[in-house]
């Protein structure tokens, strides 16, 4: 095992051991019943033009489920339409909540609260999901930056029990890079420490890199040989020898300890290359 799948699997090993209806309207703050997984697109964000060209949507439920850079080239919304994030909670027995979008959630989620003055398609746009035990509450607000295409998710999870937690917090995509690459949905994946990626090898293709912000939180960056979710408390089980070729999928995880109701706030993009 090299130095850096060994330290991931410690990092993961070390956490577990220690404990560890209502319609929307222009200019309002939309909250419905309990959102079941969807990768419908609730807001679409359009901007540039030929290689500078961006477009990427979100769901009512946080999940990005579409990513276009440049024009005509998809890299998300291809097949099973996955992406999204994961919590979870070293002190109650592993309990995990996530939100794959076409993959499924965990079903122990509040409504998703959308707060978009402008509308739909605008920003500014954060989206606040609460755990249904009450014990997390995970705000997004999504920019994007038009001169590198690319897509910014700040995350901001809170402790709101009256008791110190032992957490990670999991963003993942199943990358398809190209169009999904005829059909095949088969990319080559690498990953460092700070960011994981797919691409295509072949002349004028591109890929999707999954970057963290760096922060005072510890992180670490993975690939799966899947395209599915990870466990959100276990987010290397599939982890292949890199580089590896066939449909898998990108990973980021910050762990750390939560204080009674203190928060973390993190920051993920999605960058074009």
């Known amino acids: 095992m090299n130095t850096k799948k060994l330290f991931l699997f410690v990092v993961v090993l070390t956490l577990a051991a220690t404990g560890f209806g209502q319609s929307q309207q222009k200019g309002q703050i939309s909250e419905g019943v309990r959102g079941d997984a969807t990768s419908d697109c609730q807001s679409t964000f359009t901007s540039g033009s030929n290689q500078t060209y961006l477009q990427f949507c979100t769901t009512v439920n946080g999940n990005v489920t579409e990513l276009q850079s440049p024009a005509g080239e998809e890299h998300i919304r291809w097949g099973s339409v996955d992406e999204g994030y994961g919590i979870c909670d070293f002190n109650s027995s592993l309990t995990r909540y996530y939100d794959w979008a076409d993959g499924g959630d965990s079903g122990n989620w509040l409504a998703a609260v959308i707060t978009q003055p402008g509308g739909p398609n605008t920003f500014p746009l954060k989206i606040t999901r609460t755990t249904s035990d009450g ?11 038009t001169v590198e295409p690319t897509v910014i998710i700040k995350m901001t999870l809170k402790n709101d029990s009256a008791v110190s937690r032992d957490f990670a917090l999991v963003r993942y995509a199943d990358i398809d890079a190209n169009n999904g690459d005829g059909g095949d949905y088969k990319n080559w994946f690498d990953y460092t420490h700070d960011a994981a990626w797919g691409y295509n090898s072949s002349f ?3 890929g999707v890199m999954l970057f963290a912000v760096p922060s005072n939180t510890p992180r670490f960056a993975f690939v799966q040989n899947t395209f599915g979710g990870p466990d959100p408390c276990s987010p290397v089980d599939h982890l292949p020898a890199t580089p590896w070729y066939g449909d898998g999928s990108v990973g980021y995880d910050w762990n750390g300890t939560l204080g009674a109701h203190k928060s973390i706030t993190v920051s993920g993009e999605y960058k074009r290359f």
């Open 135 to 145: 014990i997390y509450t995970l705000t997004q607000s999504f920019t994007r930056d």
């Open 204 to 206: 004028n293709s591109y």
